[in-house]
């Protein structure tokens, strides 16, 4: 089936260290995306990518890091730099717009619940 | 940058009642999406809308689209305590998608 996989789906971090969670989808869509959601919050824009080896900031890329080497992956690394990293992070992923499936719904992981201990 | 804001942001209502949730958006957006969220779950798509006047519905819930005011609406009909969730809207901007701040809809007995 296709769909978009997160994982872990829970990782704790101890202070000082980087941890990467992973994103993959098998829907052969161009665009991919990385949201951070806090407790009872909505969800706040950290990286977005269009193609392969290109990506944007979102609102608060400070302290995170990605790569898109591959169109079906983009993994999202939690530096040490990031001081307040506990939240849920979600992944999604969309046909390109203008592509003949665009208008088509967004696909969202199912989570990673990241706590710094 | 696209803003998107939504209104209101905490929602409780009784069965049976109606009520609307509002999302406005700063500049043109290329598709209006709304989503449903439980607790300590991933977004479930409801709707994506394309264009001036846009309506679908689903169940108890209608979306609407006025791209000349910049306003989205969601529309609950009846309410049954099975729409207690969180509701966010979202727009894009040649693929940068912002999310509103969502509505934490309570539907009580």
């Known amino acids: 089936d296709g769909g978009i996989t997160q994982s872990p789906k829970y990782l704790f971090r101890k202070e000082g260290q980087n941890v990467t969670l992973s994103c993959e989808q098998n829907?052969?869509?161009?665009?991919m995306y990385w949201y951070r959601q806090d407790p009872g919050q909505g969800l706040r824009l950290i990286y977005y990518?269009?193609?392969?080896?290109?990506?944007q900031k979102g609102d608060i890329a400070e302290g995170y890091s990605v790569s898109r080497e591959k169109k079906e992956s983009f993994p999202l690394t939690v530096t040490s730099a990031q001081k307040n990293p506990t939240a849920f992070y979600l992944c999604?992923?969309?046909?390109?717009?203008?592509?003949?499936?665009?208008?088509?719904?967004?696909?969202f992981g199912e989570g990673s619940w990241l706590t710094v201990v | 940058e696209l803003k998107v804001e939504q209104n209101p942001l905490f929602l409780s209502m009784q069965e049976g009642k109606n009520y609307t949730i509002y999302c406005n958006y700063s500049?043109?957006?290329?598709?209006l999406y709304w989503y449903r969220q439980d607790p300590g779950k991933s977004l479930e798509s409801l709707f994506v809308?394309?264009?001036?006047?846009a309506v679908k519905q689903e169940g108890r819930l209608m979306a609407s689209l006025d791209t000349k005011a910049r306003l989205s609406t969601l529309h609950i009909t009846a309410a049954v305590h099975d729409l207690s969730a969180t509701y966010f809207c979202?727009?894009?901007?040649?693929?940068?998608?912002?999310f509103g701040a969502g509505t934490r809809l309570t539907v009580k007995p």
């Open positions: 999604a992923s969309t046909p390109m717009l203008g592509s003949p499936s665009s208008g088509n719904t967004i696909y």
């Open positions: 829907l052969n869509h161009d665009a």
């Open positions: 990518s269009q193609i392969v080896n290109d990506f």
């Open positions: 500049t043109t957006s290329d598709r």
């Open positions: 809308l394309l264009s001036n006047g």
């Open positions: 979202a727009g894009t901007v040649y693929n940068d998608m912002r």
